[in-house]
């Protein structure tokens, strides 16, 4: 059994491009069926895909958790350009 506590002291690692992205800030549940639903990153420049997020966050499906090891969990996340933010203060 894993703990919740334990797995937001591991590291998470983009297995798309080898990167760390941080450890879990949150965890998004879906209590009726009593599953994790994606983790939740702090954000890193807007660099790395993410999904119904604010900005300061990275949040990565259930989908793209490939693996949760002893000491990382390792996940598949592609970049995405976003826009600078003086593009979305101008709209």
Same mark, same amino acid.
């Given at each position: 059994m894993v703990k919740i506590s334990d797995l937001r002291l591991r590291d998470v690692i983009n297995t798309y491009d =080898?990167? $760390?992205? =941080? !450890? &879990? %800030?949150? &965890?998004?549940f879906d209590l009726e069926q009593g599953r994790i639903k994606s983790l939740i990153l702090p954000g890193s420049n807007g660099?790395?895909?993410s999904?119904?997020? $604010?900005?300061d966050e990275v949040v +990565?499906?259930?989908?793209?958790i490939m693996k949760i090891g002893v000491d990382v969990i390792l996940v598949s996340v =592609?970049? +995405? &350009?976003?826009p600078? %933010? !003086?593009? %979305?203060?101008?709209?």
């Open positions: =080898g990167k $760390r992205m =941080g !450890t &879990i %800030k949150d &965890i998004d660099s790395f895909f999904l119904f997020a $604010r900005s +990565v499906p259930w989908e793209n =592609g970049p +995405v &350009i976003q600078n %933010k !003086t593009e %979305k203060m101008e709209k």
